[in-house]
Nanobody, 115 residues
């Protein structure tokens, strides 16, 4: 059974940083595209960043220069380093693992940016 377990969310002040982790089990992690999404109340789930097994990255404009996606294939873990956080970054953050035929999601972790 494939499981994606996120950690690292919480409450942080504006301008602060958080690092989200997503531990993957039950699948050969290295062959998948890893990604992070977020969803705020009343809004659609939004793609933030992706990182392919070849090292290609994508960032949505709102997080470029502030967020960094990474992965450790040996540990079957993906990360999202979030710096210069803003109140509008408040959301539930989800990790995602995707191939041509399969997609898996984490359970989500809450990130709240507030003073």
């Amino acid at each position: 059974q494939v499981q994606l377990v996120e950690s690292g969310g919480g409450l942080v002040q504006p301008g602060g940083s958080l690092r989200l982790s997503c531990a993957v089990s039950g699948v050969n992690f290295s062959g998948y595209v890893t990604g992070w999404y977020r969803q705020s109340p009343g809004k659609q789930r939004e793609l933030l960043a992706t990182l392919s097994s070849a090292g290609s990255t994508y960032y949505t404009d709102s997080v470029k220069g502030r967020f960094t996606i990474s992965r450790d294939n040996a540990k079957n873990t993906m990360y999202l380093q979030m710096n210069s956080l803003k109140p509008e970054d408040t959301a539930v953050y989800y990790c995602n693992l995707r191939s041509t035929f399969r997609t898996f999601w984490g359970q989500g972790t809450q990130v709240t940016v507030s003073s």
